[in-house]
């Protein structure tokens, strides 16, 4: 079993900047789809961002042109570097493979924006 531990999330205000990070428990990251996902208060979890191994992407509209995803294979770790933030980017955020597996979900990490 996969364990994937999420780190970097906090409390910023709208148009700031956070920078998430997962990390994987073994070497298997490395040859497999990851993703970002996320959920908020009252609704379903959804997926923001995806990287193939050969390092293609793929993002929720919603953060198209504002998020970017990234991985270091060395460090079998996975980054969502997240900008200009908004209050509706509020969530829990939690990655795991792509499509996801149901036993490897983390704990997540709140980010919160608000003034």
């Known amino acids: 079993q996969v364990q994937l531990v999420e780190s970097g999330g906090g409390l910023v205000q709208p148009g700031g900047s956070l920078r998430l990070s997962c990390a994987a428990s073994a070497t298997i990251f490395s040859i497999s789809a990851m993703g970002w996902y996320r959920q908020a208060p009252g609704k379903q979890r959804e997926l923001v961002a995806a990287?193939?191994?050969?390092?293609?992407?793929n993002y929720a509209d919603s953060v198209k042109g504002r998020f970017t995803i990234s991985r270091d294979g060395a460090k079998n770790t996975v980054f969502l570097q997240m900008n200009s933030l908004k209050p509706e980017d509020t969530a829990v955020y939690y990655c795991?493979?792509?499509?996801?597996?149901?036993?490897?979900w983390g704990q997540g990490t709140q980010v919160t924006v608000s003034s």
């Open positions: 990287i193939a191994s050969g390092g293609s992407t």
């Open positions: 795991n493979f792509y499509p996801p597996l149901r036993g490897s």
